[in-house]
Nanobody
Framework: QVQLVESGGGLVQAGGSLRLSCAAS????????MGWSRQAPGKQRELVAT???????NYADSVKGRFTISRDIAKNTAYLQMNSLNPEDTAVYYC??????????????WGQGTQVTVSS
């Protein structure tokens, strides 16, 4: 079993910054991809950023140049540095990971979400 725990959300004024963290734990043999998605009230979940192991990051057009995804491979942790935040970034942010478990099974897990609120 694999667990993802996010942290770092909160309330920030427009133009400000936040850094989200996501720690993966459990029966992990290898993490293939970690990423972040978000869901605003009344909207569908949107993929924000992904970072494959040994690969290049990918970003939604809406966050390019403002958000940066990174990973600490040794700690099984992903980060999302969010700069120049605006009210349209307000959402619940979810971490996800594509993992190969210690039994060789591929699974994709999601965290519980962390609220980010940007005030104007």
């Amino acid at each position: 079993q694999v667990q993802l725990v996010e942290s770092g959300g909160g309330l920030v004024q427009a133009g400000g910054s936040l850094r989200l963290s996501c720690a993966a734990s459990g029966s992990i043999f290898n993490i293939n991809v970690m990423g972040w998605s978000r869901q605003a009230p009344g909207k569908q979940r949107e993929l924000v950023a992904t970072l494959p192991t040994g690969g290049r990051p990918n970003y939604a057009d809406s966050v390019k140049g403002r958000f940066t995804i990174s990973r600490d491979i040794a700690k099984n942790t992903a980060y999302l540095q969010m700069n120049s935040l605006n009210p349209e970034d307000t959402a619940v942010y979810y971490c996800n990971a594509a993992v190969t478990t210690t039994t060789g099974r591929p699974v994709t897990n999601w965290g519980q979400g962390t609220q980010v609120t940007v005030s104007s």
